[in-house]
């Protein structure tokens, strides 16, 4: 078979594809600047990823639970002790939270000194004692639906004195540091005095001072008043002094007569005459009869 000889025009037609390969598989260069090889496509897509992992980081809710107890309790050897612990938690509660108690003397002597030892654990809504020494002891008082979990001790006792830690598991919260009371057991004598009576005193203080300012201040308010309706009556007096007194009847010489008349008994009106002694004729006549009084024996 002999060779074939290309011709000019395919040699000019393979040398063309040969150069588009090479050009495809190499960044052209345009004024001594290399192109970039990603498109503005992928920058986006790679902004927006960057965007939503910050945001799924940020908004998504922390898996640690909160838990709170009292600092120190102190209580009266024989006695009640309660140790109050509660919980935050961005879970609902549920039949797998569970509450435990431990307890570390702080008597070198005591068996519970070493290390903590678990004196109470509640799980499924049911409590399960720990050490004989608390079995009868320990009784769970909280309500975990309300994220309490206190316990009581009664009665108390001196080996009692140590550190209670609380902790609570709350899946999937059950990341936190668990809480600590420390309880001191002592006698009676050396409870701290309480406040109570300092407290009423102030408050019963506080109304006698009260119910005097209102006491006195009904005092003054009545003698001004009483003052006031006094000084009217004067002004009043005075005024009556002034005015004219209205005349009175020429009937001295009538009652001269009326209050010496005979003390028996008389009926009916009084007349009384007047008599003329000039002399005339018709000296004597007599005046309109005038009615005084009725006057009657008592």
Not at 118 to 125: A, D, M, Q, V
Not at 151 to 177: A, R
Not at 205 to 218: E, N, Q, R, T
Not at 242 to 269: D, F, M, W
Request: hydrophobic share 30%; net charge positive.
């Amino acid at each position: 078979m002999e060779p074939r000889h290309t011709t000019s025009q395919e040699q000019e037609t393979f040398g063309r594809q040969r150069v588009e390969k090479k050009s495809r598989g190499t960044t052209p260069v345009y004024n001594n600047i290399m192109e970039p090889k990603w498109s503005n496509t992928v920058c986006k897509r790679v902004l927006l990823t960057g965007f939503t992992l910050c945001v799924v980081l940020v908004t998504k809710p922390t898996s640690a639970i909160d838990i709170h107890a009292e600092p120190e309790v102190i209580v009266q050897n024989g006695t009640t002790g309660v140790l109050r612990c509660t919980f935050k938690s961005s879970e609902v509660v549920s039949s797998t939270t569970s509450v435990t108690w431990r307890f570390q003397s702080s008597q070198p002597d005591n068996q519970f000194s070493k290390a903590p030892y678990t004196i109470y654990y509640f799980s499924n809504g049911k409590g399960f004692p720990g050490q004989d020494e608390f079995k009868d002891r320990v009784q769970f008082v909280g309500d975990i639906n309300k994220r309490d979990v206190s316990i009581q001790l009664s009665p108390t006792q001196f080996s009692d004195n140590g550190t209670f830690f609380c902790d609570v598991k709350n899946p999937p919260d059950v990341k936190g540091t668990e809480a600590r009371t420390v309880l001191r057991v002592v006698l009676k004598e050396s409870l701290p005095q309480s406040n109570t009576a300092l407290i009423v005193g102030i408050v019963c203080g506080a109304l006698f001072v009260l119910v005097g300012i209102a006491v006195a201040a009904c005092i003054v308010m009545r003698v001004l008043h009483n003052r006031h309706d006094y000084e009217g009556c004067t002004s009043l007096e005075s005024v009556s002094s002034h005015a004219p007194q209205p005349r009175k009847k020429v009937e001295s010489s009538l009652e001269g007569s009326r209050c010496t008349g005979p003390s028996g008994p008389l009926q009916g009106p009084v007349i009384y005459a007047q008599l003329d002694h000039s002399g005339s004729k018709n000296s004597f006549h007599k005046m309109e009869p005038v009615v005084y009084a009725d006057i009657r024996k008592n």
